[in-house]
């Protein structure tokens, strides 16, 4: 009788261990999303924005699901970046110097009327200043940019 407590007690350990060595741990989804933002990093407005966006930051805002939002400036020629924006396909959100900056660009010309204004937080106004979700941004990205968006059209 104790021999065969032993033994199912030896097969249960077997089972249990060969249950859990087959078990795959789940990868974490990521923690973040990133805001990668297109803008013109010498803008008259520039100082400004780098302002908005440490006080985006520090109030530690998240997408519905939990993910902690960050930004990040995409840092290269503002002109060039604009001109082949089709290119960069990280970008989720782009704020023009103004609504003429969208040039030759078709994309952005395209969504420039459903283009928020941002001037109130930046303290820019009565000047224009348009924030474009491009139309292939979606899911976790769409809702962190747009949270940037309406935080900056809250005034100071």
């Known amino acids: 009788m104790a021999q065969r407590l032993k033994l199912a007690v030896a097969i249960s350990l077997v089972l249990l261990f060969a249950l859990f060595c087959g ?3 789940r990868k974490p989804k990521s923690s973040t999303v990133v805001v990668h933002l297109l803008r013109n990093l010498n803008s008259v407005y520039g100082s ?8 985006f930051e520090g109030s530690n805002p998240r997408v519905k699901s939990g993910q902690h939002i960050d930004i990040q400036s995409e840092t290269s020629d503002y002109r060039e970046m604009l001109r082949k924006l089709a290119s960069y396909e990280n970008v989720s959100l782009v704020i023009l110097d103004s609504p ?9 010309q395209i969504a420039l009327p459903q283009a928020t204004n941002v001037c109130a937080g930046l303290q820019a106004c009565p000047a224009i200043i348009p924030a474009i979700i491009p139309a292939q941004v979606s899911g976790n990205d769409r809702e962190a940019a747009q949270a940037f968006i309406d935080f900056l059209q809250k005034a100071q």
């Open 23 to 25: 078990c795959q741990p």
């Open 48 to 55: 400004n924005l780098d302002r908005r966006i440490l006080d």
């Open 100 to 108: 003429e900056d969208v040039g030759s660009n078709s994309a952005l």
